[in-house]
């Protein structure tokens, strides 16, 4: 969710020199992904949520985030035990420990996914580079096993 919610970065406006290019000083309005993928028609599916589903009904409700002097921050216990007080829940420790922790995450990922090309949770995004040392390692593997087969072999 965090990711789909972060508000992706705008990139620099390209200054020439000499001429000056009207269009290039407006400031782009600020965009969230969920909102880039909605307007490139980008359809996203969210994981199925089992038993515990409330608990994301409760996260949402008391809120991800709350305002810190520097930014959003995790929510605090005082948070959690002020929602309990005016709904007239008593959330479990191991709730409110996982509560605090979803909140750690989504803090996490909403500041690390304002990058455009940022890989959504759970999805594997490699570089050329590493895919290529990632066919060597399998290769070399490959090659060690077969070397090994080959040694091991009884001869005739």
Not at 7 to 25: C, E, I, V
Not at 58 to 83: A, N, Q, R, S
């Amino acid at each position: 969710m965090a990711w789909l919610n972060a508000t992706l970065q705008q990139p620099a406006p390209q200054k020439s020199p000499g001429k000056r290019n009207p269009q290039s000083d407006v400031q782009q309005e600020p965009i969230t992904r969920r909102q880039k993928h909605a307007a490139d028609g980008v359809d996203f599916a969210l994981p199925e949520l089992g038993d515990e589903a409330y608990l994301l009904d409760i996260f949402f409700d008391v809120g991800p985030l709350v305002p810190g002097t520097m930014g959003e921050v995790p929510l605090l216990y005082g948070h959690l035990l002020d929602w309990q007080r005016a709904h007239g829940v008593e959330l479990c420790p191991w709730e409110h420990g996982l509560l605090r922790r979803l909140s750690r995450a989504y803090c996490t990922a909403l500041y690390t996914s304002t990058d455009p090309a940022a890989a959504a949770p759970g999805s594997v995004q490699e570089t050329p580079e590493d895919a290529q040392e990632r066919r060597q390692r399998i290769s070399d593997g490959l090659a060690q096993s077969l070397r090994m087969l080959r040694d091991t072999k009884p001869k005739r």
